[in-house]
């Protein structure tokens, strides 16, 4: 139904799951467009670490959009909130952490949207995982049902026969250890990738937040070696 | 069961639709919190006029949110594309007019649940319109009505028993002339309020676009003096 070199949208933090989200993409030969946004959020390195993997896997377009979320508060990664360090991981866990940023992935996709209808995509790609989600509640497999469901309707898509959206969630049921694997298969460079929420001036890992745990534990898992650069401890 | 004084968020842009919104809310006794946009509107007088409305009827708090929505391009009001004038206009028309900007109530939606999140708000006002909706898809009930299921479970409503999230719509079955006998008779002072598309310098009215012929048509159909201020021809 794809044309193999269809447009897509897709949404790139830097990160380790984004990336391997972007290479993905790639691997099934589609017109990448990618969007990062620098939120407020305290770990802007990551837009670096954006820039370098949309240059090194060919984007069609990469644009980063501002948009500050510190307006309304509410969340560790873009306020003054301590991030929490070497809790226990529980990736079952029913409890919303306080890096959880208030409908932020709502917001990411409403912007993706946007930009699809524009250029007439009927993909919009995310990285979201259910497994290591940390309890974020915009991060589950039923979440983005209801978005693509909604998505359909706000859209030219649900008044003219333009085709519908799909949201793409490769990730949404593989473990931190299977998406590292896929990447390094596909040549993702992890070392140029960024996951902590509380980095260091150089953008060294703190190597003790939940996503650092979360990255960690994966590489050793997946019989990688991590090229993260930790910060001295 | 919504206390009297609970807060709500109600997205305000200082038109007719959305002071009358304002008014409404008002007189069902909550504390409204108005989220306005700077998006790259033509029209970014009606920024002013929100503001006039926000002070007039006593909001809780007001953020103008920066949004750049020309980046994507794509939109008559966001982009050097032309506002169609002097058109006939016929709401059930299935056409979308080319001054639809993409996924806009999306994304403005997603704001405010994010911002409603951070207050504990369980309701979200919208002053949307599905009879003078232009052929706007995201103007319908089914619309609305997805993206309110997608908020419940994008959020901690959906994980935690915190209280459905709704988003109200009262004008969504509106005429344009119902809109301003109901905000005529919860003394709004229209005269404040700006819609047209394509104003002068000055902010006055084009009297020719789409929204200024369903505005100029709604206080005749209306019965209630026009006090709109037209530029002269």
């Not at 998505?151 to 949404?172: F, Q, S």
Request: proline share 5%; net charge negative.
């Amino acid at each position: 139904m794809t044309a193999p070199t269809s447009p897509v949208v897709l949404l790139l933090s830097g990160g380790l799951d984004s990336t391997t989200l972007l290479a993905i993409a790639k691997g099934e030969g589609h017109d990448v467009y990618a969007l990062s946004f620098r939120y407020g959020q305290r770990h802007s390195h990551e837009i670096d670490a954006a820039r370098r993997a949309a240059e090194a896997w060919g984007v069609a377009r990469h644009i980063v959009a501002d948009i500050d979320l510190r307006m309304f508060g509410g969340s560790a990664l873009t306020s003054a909130l301590e991030v929490p360090k070497d809790r226990p991981i529980d990736t079952r866990s029913e409890e919303i952490p306080v890096t959880y940023v208030p409908a932020r992935n709502t917001i990411f996709l409403s912007f993706a949207l946007a930009w699809a209808e524009v250029l007439q995509a009927r993909q919009i790609f995310i990285g979201v995982n259910a497994l290591d989600y940390s309890g974020y509640p915009d991060c589950r497999p039923e979440y983005i049902a209801a978005y693509e469901q909604m998505a359909n309707l706000a859209t030219r898509a649900g008044v003219e026969d333009t085709g519908r959206i799909t949201v793409r969630t490769p990730l949404m049921a593989m473990s931190k250890a299977d998406i590292i694997r896929t990447g390094a298969s596909l040549g993702v460079d992890y070392a140029a990738t960024t996951s902590c929420y509380d980095p260091d001036a150089n953008g060294a890992a703190c190597g003790h937040c939940d996503s650092c745990q979360l990255r960690r534990a994966g590489f050793l898992q997946a019989g990688v070696p991590d090229p993260t650069r930790y910060a001295a401890a």
